[in-house]
Nanobody, 123 residues
Framework: VQLQASGGGLVQAGGSLRLSCAAS????????MGWFRQAPGKEREFAAA????????YYADSVKGRFTISRDNAKNTVYLQMNSLKPEDTAVYYC?????????????????WGQGTLVTVSS
């Protein structure tokens, strides 16, 4: 499966952005999807994940209550709604997919990755 992330940009602290990740080349509804992020000089970290059907979601503590992951299997797209953004949310955001419908927050468990989209939050 190929993944294309979009929606990043520059936003002031307290603002919102919605990231999108369009998938092609596979049966999207059979992939668990995740969002990861990598800040400058830091390792890639888990942000959110969603099950095949969208009925189960998981969040890192750092984004819980502010970010919402969702998916539209008819459109082969997963979203990350980011509210109440903070400067520490500044990072390149990557969408990822794995064919096993089990929760995982480990980047190494996701074999498919998009190219990343940059989110910059100014203070």
């Amino acid at each position: 499966v190929q993944l294309q992330a979009s929606g990043g940009g520059l936003v002031q602290a307290g603002g919102s952005l919605r990231l999108s990740c369009a998938a092609s080349g596979g049966t999207f509804s059979r992939y668990r999807m995740g969002w990861f992020r990598q800040a400058p000089g830091k390792e890639r970290e888990f942000a959110a994940a969603i099950s095949w059907s969208g009925s189960s979601t998981y969040y890192a503590d750092s984004v819980k209550g502010r970010f919402t992951i969702s998916r539209d299997n008819a459109k082969n797209t997963v979203y990350l709604q980011m509210n109440s953004l903070k400067p520490e949310d500044t990072a390149v955001y990557y969408c990822a997919a794995r064919g096993i419908d089990l929760v995982s927050m480990a980047a190494g468990h996701y074999p498919y990755w998009g190219q990343g989209t940059l989110v910059t939050v100014s203070s």
